[in-house]
């Protein structure tokens, strides 16, 4: 048992191969891909067991950061996986309408989700277990005796007439060691290094009610302040970088008139294992550079703060 102490990848990659071949024997597994390190990861190790009988999915639930879904499945057909595009965009700004509650709008993701994927998985024939990403925080953090501290959605199961198996071949590991296996297997390191992102996206850091305008709002923002974390050698030093729209407008101004519009606030912590993390000290020169340029160039922004918390009592994710 493999319990958060890796010290031999090589012998931790031989024994997961194997016993992914022993567990799935012949049969056709699918695996929901995320684009995230964790689910790649699995996908490589499920791959180098079973090659195409491994069918992967890969949903786009609209709640992905700007251009995701199109640059990571051509990432992924480039790695060889067996991989499907599915856009569900609609389906999951309709399941979340209305929805301010945070855990509600989770599980409103993650059941439409479950949906997307169930509908997808019963066109592949044969198909009887179902790979996952989950690690350990992701198990540690969802049945912890405080009880549910946040739903992950990678920890619940799929319709019973599905009846699949389970194959979690990462679930004793932490992040860091995912990372060195995925290095062994090849992962290259753009990809290896991509901050953690959570399963329900940009929908977590959509504050209250979703829609596809607000979400554009954040993309748009997202995606300035990553290149910029990118462009000044910061990205790689950093645990997690996001942005977040808040649910408050404030008062500004613009071309000598009155504005009446949104917040984004940026965080950049570093952590060991998300469980605590630590707010980091970005040179203020680089956050007043960021904030001006997406005050400028993001329609419906008017205003970009820094969250200065920590974790505890600060979880890393807004909602
Ligand atoms: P929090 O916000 O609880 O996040 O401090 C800890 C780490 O977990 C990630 N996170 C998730 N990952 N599904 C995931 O796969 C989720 O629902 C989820 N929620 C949070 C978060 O981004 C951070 O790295």
């Known amino acids: ?5 890796i010290i031999d990848v090589p012998q931790f990659i031989a024994d997961a191969v194997s016993s992914i071949k022993t567990q799935v024997g012949n049969d056709v597994v699918v695996l929901g891909l995320s684009g995230g390190v964790d689910s ?31 640059d990571v499945l051509k990432h992924y057909e480039g790695m060889g996986l067996n991989v499907k595009g599915v856009r569900a965009a609609d389906r999951f700004f309709a399941a979340c309408k209305g929805i301010t509650d945070p855990e509600l709008k989770r599980k409103a993701i993650g ?3 479950i949906d997307v994927f169930a509908d997808e998985a019963r066109k592949v024939k044969d198909a009887k277990w179902l790979a996952q990403g989950t690690i350990w925080p992701d ?14 959605h990678n920890v619940g199961g799929l319709p019973e007439d599905l009846n699949f198996g389970l194959v979690e071949p990462l679930k004793y590991l932490y992040k860091y060691e995912v990372r060195q296996v995925g290095a062994a297997l090849g992962l290259d390191s753009h990809f ?13 850091r959509c504050l209250e009610e979703l829609t596809p305008e607000r979400i554009h709002i954040l ?12 462009e000044a050698g910061l990205y790689d030093k950093i645990w997690q970088a996001a942005a977040i729209l808040l649910p408050v407008r404030s008062t500004g101004i613009k071309d000598g008139r009155r504005t009446y519009e949104n917040v ?38 008017n205003r970009v703060v820094y969250d200065i918390s920590p974790k505890p009592p600060s979880t890393i994710e807004w909602e």
């Open 1 to 5: 048992m493999y319990n958060g102490q």
């Open 40 to 70: 790649t990861v699995t996908a490589l190790l499920v791959d180098k067991a079973i090659g195409d009988r491994l069918v992967c999915i890969f949903v786009d639930h609209g709640l992905l950061r700007k251009n995701e879904f199109e």
């Open 111 to 113: 059941k439409t989700f």
């Open 139 to 152: 198990i540690a953090e969802s049945f912890s005796d405080k009880g549910v501290i946040k739903s992950h």
């Open 192 to 204: 290896l290094g991509r901050h953690p992102f959570p399963g329900p996206g940009l929908g977590v």
């Open 219 to 230: 993309q748009e923002a997202d995606d300035i302040y990553i290149r910029a974390l990118r």
């Open 264 to 301: 984004i606030a940026l965080r950049a912590v570093n952590s060991k294992d998300a469980v605590t993390a630590e707010v980091i000290n970005l040179p203020f020169e680089f956050l007043q550079k960021v904030a001006t340029e997406i005050i400028t160039k993001v329609d419906g922004v």
